[in-house]
């Protein structure tokens, strides 16, 4: 009723192997499974099977994900300084954020990451990433409130009205929307 997009489907463990061994996102949509309710044993089975032991060791995962990284962004020539960038799938955008997660969780075989303990980002590094990432979740969020659908696209038709709803105001150097992009940009 509110237009979410979801999704299910009903596999044994033998079919979860087997879709994950054959398809590279299967097998990060798997990395994002949580119990929500039912058998804890059934899904810490789930985990055990799909260990980068079994399926997708890390490296093989890595450079799987680095070829899906390349073919997304060249279809946004190779650049995160579009000037109407797609805050998703666009270079610099959310599936980078991501996309640096499932490749540490597969590597570490974790549920859970925490970056910051695993050595890869300071504190500093961290806090900046998380303040990055909803940035760029609140635009998205104000992208689809103002279309009224899925929109990650950050259009030219769009973008003064979202400097404004981030309460940026012209000053004589820069017009708002100017200042708004700088902001996306850093």
């Known amino acids: 009723d509110i237009g979410l997009k979801l999704a299910q489907s009903v596999r044994t463990l033998d079919d979860c192997v087997e879709q994950a061994r054959a398809d590279q996102p299967v097998m990060t949509n798997l990395l994002e499974s949580r119990l929500i ?6 899904f810490d089975a789930l985990w055990s099977r799909i260990g980068p032991e079994h399926v997708w060791p890390s490296a093989e995962f890595f450079e799987a994900k680095m070829a899906e990284q390349a073919a997304r962004y060249a279809k946004f020539h190779d650049t995160a300084y579009n000037l109407e960038p797609n805050i998703k799938e666009g270079p610099g955008g959310l599936r980078d954020i991501q996309n640096m997660n499932w490749i540490i969780k597969r590597h570490y075989n974790t549920r859970s990451l925490n970056l910051v303990r695993e050595g890869w980002l300071t504190e500093g590094e961290y806090a900046e990433l998380i303040k990055a990432r909803d940035f760029l979740w609140e635009i998205r969020f104000a992208l689809h409130v103002m279309t009224d ?8 038709e769009y973008q003064k009205d979202l400097a404004r709803q981030f309460g940026i105001r012209e ?8 200042q708004f992009m700088q902001l996306y940009y850093r």
């Open 149 to 156: 659908r899925c929109e990650d696209r950050l259009l030219f």
């Open 37 to 42: 309710h039912g058998s804890a044993a059934l």
């Open 171 to 178: 000053q004589d150097i820069n017009l708002a929307v100017e």
